[in-house]
């Protein structure tokens, strides 16, 4: 049982360029979603998804796009990279219908943009 | 603007202490409280708390949550040096979390 795989693992990418950050679950969840993770911030909500063709915004959604074509498959995209996206990213998945159901998280991107 | 706090931000103790971690929150359509552990990777969930002063238990790890005055505690008995990690308190709403910049606890052996 693989529960949520992300990759890459790590990432180093130039001011400008572009791309896009991978998330599966097989745990058939409906919801899913994207947290960065900075120093002393905590995980803070990119975007999420509640299902298939359903997406929404979080917290901190600006400079990222995504997009659920699938149950299993919710890809980050960074239209073009700054180094304020630095970060450690997590997917994380839950069962939406389970009421109260908590997260569970993929193994993080570590992003650098220089 | 949905919030959670959490304190101390850094611990440090010797193995064998009990520690307490503070957790307090403001969240519209609270639903829950979750504790997390991270250490290298990913967060592991510990507990989810819905009901106040229902305490929950798991080896040495326990949890309470106080819904009037908002907040949860994690106390750890008889710390080991493999509790040393980031623990991370959240608080539930809608189909949403909002999480707590963390607690980092480090046990010296």
């Known amino acids: 049982n693989a529960g949520v795989t992300q990759t890459p693992k790590f990432q180093v990418l130039k001011t400008g360029q572009s791309m896009t950050l991978q998330c599966a679950q097989d745990m058939n969840h409906e919801y899913m979603s994207w947290y960065r993770q900075d120093p002393g911030m905590g995980l803070r909500l990119i975007h999420y998804s509640v299902g298939a063709g359903i997406t929404d915004q979080g917290e901190v959604p600006n400079g990222y796009n995504v997009s659920r074509s699938t149950t299993e498959d919710f890809p980050l995209r960074l239209l073009s990279a700054a180094p304020s996206q630095t970060s450690v990213y997590f997917c994380?998945?839950?069962?939406?219908?389970?009421?109260?159901?908590?997260?569970?998280f993929g193994n993080g991107t570590r992003l650098t943009v220089t | 603007e949905d919030k959670v706090v959490q304190s101390p931000l850094s611990l440090v103790v010797h193995e064998g202490d009990t520690v307490t971690l503070n957790c307090s929150y403001e969240?519209?359509?609270?639903?829950?409280l979750l504790w997390y552990k991270q250490e290298k990777k990913a967060p592991t969930f510990l507990f989810m708390l819905t009901s106040s002063g229902i305490e929950k238990k798991s080896g040495r790890l326990s949890s309470i949550l106080d819904k009037k005055e908002l907040f949860s505690i994690l106390n750890i008995t008889a710390t080991q040096t493999g509790d040393s990690a980031v623990y991370l308190c959240?608080?539930?709403?809608?189909?949403?979390?909002?999480f707590g910049p963390g607690t980092r606890l480090s046990v010296l052996p």
């Open positions: 969240v519209t359509n609270f639903r829950s």
């Open positions: 994380a998945s839950r069962a939406a219908r389970t009421f109260n159901s908590p997260l569970h």
């Open positions: 959240a608080g539930a709403y809608g189909q949403n979390f909002v």
